[in-house]
């Protein structure tokens, strides 16, 4: 069986500096493969690179049998792929329903966006109560829940979250990994970046640590957790 | 006629053609960051446009037949310059440092003047706009231009149609996305350069719409018209907060009512005879404009920048 996602020698630069240095994993479907590593490391870039938004200068990237060299960031999510980006990048001015309309833009079966709408409503309660409100006016934890409800509006087979537990406060980002676990239950593939590796590794099928622009590390979550390198280098350990 | 009530007529008819022309400049900025300094060129070419179909159409052929028609000849020029400004001379150098666009605007705006002033016949000096065959109307003390009852019937219209569009359809949800991120709505499956496109074809309709208002109101059309009109559109949508739809529409109202009580009222002030009337219109506009830059700076409908982040 070949994977849902496949990634090789991809290499991705900002002029002449590069930021991704020909790193290759896959993720097979009803997976939740994790990349981790610091600031800088070119965790985003991929992310940003694999849903269009930016172009590889050498590599392939291959998506549910699809090549996706020149297909430009707005046909991606169409493919079934989608992108909560770093950052949340919620839409501020527009209300919390009308966000995850959003998510579905290209859908035209309403009834079925209505029903997906009510279950993000289900996943995340919080978001229901305040479907009118603008979604600028929630907290960083709520915007990061509509963040991924809005990601899944899509129906996507592979979810790409982007540091979703990042700037949350302890509780919330409890709230936010229970979610992705909950999530991996129901069977969606997801592809985490997260900078917090101990939470990423412990809920990971597959784990890549990144360092500037390489993948240096790869195993199963389990391994990665227990390996020495990485328990020094991001859990905080001497 | 110089009561009060007369002067804020003239001011909302004035102000409506300012309004009509900001939507274009509010419309693309908000949603490239560009300042289309060759919109008030745009509106020119909507006027001449719509002078193009009625010369083509049979002498003495009623004005109420024609005036649709000229309409659709104005905004289809001026739509189609609008729209070939964003792909030839804006995609480009999109990505690019802003002045850069910036400066092809200014080029392109001296461009199509000169292509007008130069290739048009008989446009070296202003050419002589067909009027609605009726007289002014008089609603108590104010008198209404047959132009202007074009205008005040129009600008609303059409200001109404968009903030529905923008509001309620799929495409203005679309537009509304790409303006507060342009990238997450890529991501939505957005073609933002799609919607871009838009922005500039509405910016183009309500510039012709507005050329023919001109037209219609002064009784002629001229290759020079855009450049002071298209300046104070400007002002206007600063005025009301660039990047908003209605801001725009109330920054022209604003403009032009306090443009006419200027131009009607200032040379009552002891020691000020001399800066009455319509030759000083414009300073009073500008003053206006340096005024709201300073105390409010994102204008009267506009949000903080912070908001936008």
Known sequence: MTALLEVEDLRVAYGKIEAVKGISFSVEAGQVVTLIGTNGAGKTTTLRTLSGLLKPSSGKVVFDGRPLGSVPAHKIVSLGLAH?????????????????????????????????????????????????????????GEQQMLAMGRALMSQPKLLMLDEPSMGLSPIMMQKIMATIVELKAQGTTILLVEQNAQAALSLADRGHVMETGSIVLSGSGRDLLHDESVRKAYLGED | MNTLPQQLANGLFLGSMYGLIAIGYTM?????????????EIFMTGGFGALTVYLALPDGISMWIALPAMLLGGALVAVLIAVGAERFAYRPLRGAPRLAPLITAIGLSLAIKEAVFNWYPDAKTSRVFPQLPFGPLHLGSVTVQSGDVFLILAAPLCMAVLGFFVRFSRTGRAMQATAQDPDTAQLMGIDTNRIIVVAFAIGGFFAAVAGLSYGLKYGSVAYDMGFLAGLKAFTAAVLGGIGNIYGAMLGGLVLGIAEAMATAYISDIPGMQQLGGGSWAPVWAFVLLILVLLFRPQGLLGERVADRA
């Open chain 1, 84 to 140: 909560s980006p770093e950052g949340r990048h919620i839409f501020p001015r527009l209300t919390i329903t009308e966000n995850l309309q959003l998510g579905a833009f290209l859908r035209k079966d309403k009834a079925g966006i209505e029903r997906d709408i009510q279950r993000a409503y289900d996943l995340f309660p919080i978001l229901g109560e305040r479907r009118k409100q603008a979604a600028g006016t929630l907290s960083g």
């Open chain 2, 28 to 40: 693309v900025y908000g949603i490239v960051q560009l300042i289309n300094f060759a919109h008030g």
